[in-house]
């Protein structure tokens, strides 16, 4: 392997190159919108620029692991037997608190449906486009790349929360859509940061103790499908999330289990995965 080749700080070079890529991607997604497309023609290129993160990882591949296969590497990924105790756990964690905030919204709101969709068609098509405008295309660049790489150098914790925050960032360009401004946008700001960094240290410790992708895939895809299901106040449903979410993640730092989170005796880093003993 020709070490010389290889990129100096990968993790940089790929949340660069995936805002590079995500940018002019969102604002083709706007301008089919603005030019009055059809509505599946816009979740089709919405969905394709939630891939940046993959594009750009691909794009990078051959200088971040010189001599290693792309597909090989994607296969890696889920190569482990999935754990159905780890499914549940995470479903479960998960379902509740969507109950929770169900609850919570269904006592406050005085619109005739508390559910976005009407028909278990439109269910489907939400649950698959959700699957593929987010999960899919960003798991392996962001977790099964980024969070593995960092874990290198740092804490699973550290890692995840340095992972979070700049997946945070890349949503950017979306926040200035939601037709918040002033106080309403900074709340919506800060709420979606909590939320997306405690679901990122929620998936981090369950991707560790099974070390399959599917897994953070799962939470993924759970986490958007339950908040765009409720109808609701869009700040209110984010702060649910925000809270409930840091309410798990904090608990789960607490405990680290297997200390997947931290504790260096018991976390080895072999080849770029994580192996808990």
């Not at 992972?163 to 960032?169: A, D, H």
């Amino acid at each position: 392997m020709n070490r010389e080749k290889k990129l100096k700080k990968p993790v940089a070079s790929f949340i660069l190159l995936t805002n590079i890529i995500f940018l002019p991607l969102f604002f083709l997604v706007g301008a089919t919108h603005m030019l009055g497309f059809p509505t599946w023609v816009i979740d089709v290129m919405f969905c394709i620029a939630a891939w940046s993160s993959t594009f750009a990882f691909a794009v990078l591949f051959k200088k971040i692991y010189p001599g290693q296969s792309f597909i090989q590497f994607v296969k890696e990924k889920f190569k482990h037997k999935l754990k159905i105790s780890i499914i549940l756990a995470t479903s479960m964690i998960q379902v509740f608190i969507f109950l929770i905030i169900l609850f919570t919204v269904s006592n406050n709101s005085e619109v005739d449906s508390i559910f976005t969709v009407s028909s278990w068609g439109m269910l489907i098509y939400f649950f698959f486009k959700n699957l593929l405008s987010g999960p899919l295309g960003e798991e392996l660049g962001w977790r099964g790349f980024a969070q593995i790489e960092l874990q290198k150098k740092h804490s699973p914790l550290k890692a995840s929360i340095i992972i979070g925050f700049w997946w945070g960032i890349w949503h950017l360009p979306i926040w200035f859509t939601t037709g918040f401004v002033g106080i309403d946008l900074i709340k919506y700001i800060l709420f979606f940061m909590i939320a997306i960094m405690s679901i990122k240290i929620v998936m981090t410790a369950f991707y560790n103790l099974n070390q399959n992708l599917i897994i953070p895939i799962i939470i993924h895809q759970f986490f958007n499908l339950f908040i765009g299901l409720i109808n609701g106040n869009l700040i209110d449903l984010i702060m649910y999330n925000a809270i409930s979410y840091l309410v798990v993640a904090v608990l789960i730092i607490i405990i680290n289990p297997r200390k997947v989170l931290y504790g260096k005796k018991d976390t080895n880093i072999i080849n770029g995965n994580n192996y808990v003993n």
